[in-house]
């Protein structure tokens, strides 16, 4: 265990809009970890340590910008102790206990997951060969890896992938599956790996302390056509308390610290110089059914926090 772990936790507060950097915010909810709902609502995350005791009766504060809409945390984990959480805290024991709480890894959830990749695949083929139809392979990078699994996936589909983790445990977990796993954008950058064609950003834009600055920067690292795929909760409809386990874990005051919306979350990437465009419907099933309520998005075109942009 890292010493820091047992220090006393320190907080920054982010007192601007991360988007338009609007000073006008409004609270949407105020509250303590000592709160008896977000003690219980934590003790879900099955931290290593004893989170509650080093959070004490901090406060927290999730607010709304007047200018622009989105939502976020004004006090969150000082960038050190964001790095305790995801080396210490979260450590592999908490993934094995977190997945535990899920239930267990059944066949259905498996298969669902490796579907959905082969379906992110099938798009980023089609989206590519229009735009950078000389590229003999394309090189994708998995920000926030995790562990690993859909670099891995894509790379048997013919992609060159690479992985960022700044979570330790789970970065030694993508290792073990074969694929190049960076602790870093520097790292990543100094080794140089040539153009870079794909970014994807699953359930990790929520996480960033500066999420502007690393989206900035991964934009930079692309090459102009390339892709970025960006996934997050979809936070709509909270305006207050989370008064669900779900919403609670939608707006999490340690891990989810930046709220978005599907409005906000288009807004956030174009903001960072990114066209989006339509996530094409994409079919890996044998059922009819699956495949005309998936044609169906072509019309009716869905409200949704997993959005495709391009960089011009
Ligand atoms: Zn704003």
Redesign the pocket.
Known sequence: MNERSTGTVEFRDRDT?L??S?SSLTPVWTARFSDDDVQRNLGHGGYSVGVAELLGDNEFQLVR?D??D?MFHRRVLSPEWLDVLYSDWIDRNQIEHFHAGVGPRTHMHDFEQGRQCVKHALRFDTILRARLPSVERYNLLDFGCGDGEFAALLGQLGFRSYGIDVGAARAERSGERGVTIFRSLGEFRQADIGELHVITLFQNLEHLDDPRRVLDDLVDCLTPGGLVVVEVPDCSGITGRPGTLLDFHKVHPLEHINNFTPGTLTAFCEGSGLTRITRIPAHVTTSIRDLVRTEATRVVKPQVTNQYFLKS
């Open positions: 809009c988007n338009c609007s910008c200018t622009c989105l």
